[in-house]
Nanobody, 122 residues
Framework: QVQLVQSGGGLVQAGGSLGVSCEASGRTFDLYAMAWFRQSPGKELEFVSMISWNDDFTYYADSVKGRFTISRDNAKNTMYLQMNNLKPEDTAVYYC???????????????WGQGTQVTVSS
């Protein structure tokens, strides 16, 4: 069993920055791949970014590339998403996810955080 607990997020004006964190506990050695997804009201879950366990691979959705940075600190079992130059369309509930494969499909991830609201005002 793996538990993922999120923190961070909040409200910011367009052009501002926010960060979200995801701390893993339990059988963390099962988490080869970690990822961030987001969901806006009325929309499907959307892939944002992913990172491998040893930090040698990262990948971003085109919509956030150049503005968001994913990272992890294995000593703290924590993954981060730093979001800069935020836009109103980034408003969503952000979820961290952990699994065994580096893919962009949410159904392949077995472990999920509780979700964190990020709101960007115009």
């Amino acid at each position: 069993q793996v538990q993922l607990v999120q923190s961070g997020g909040g409200l910011v004006q367009a052009g501002g920055s926010l960060g979200v964190s995801c701390e893993a506990s339990g059988r963390t050695f099962d988490l080869y791949a970690m990822a961030w997804f987001r969901q806006s009201p009325g929309k499907e879950l959307e892939f944002v970014s992913m990172i491998s366990w040893n930090d040698d691979f990262t990948y971003y959705a085109d919509s956030v590339k150049g503005r968001f940075t994913i990272s992890r600190d294995n000593a703290k079992n924590t993954m981060y998403l730093q979001m800069n130059n935020l836009k109103p369309e980034d408003t969503a509930v952000y979820y961290c996810a952990g699994g065994r494969a580096l893919v962009t499909y949410p159904s392949t991830y077995d472990n999920w955080g509780q979700g964190t609201q990020v709101t960007v005002s115009s």
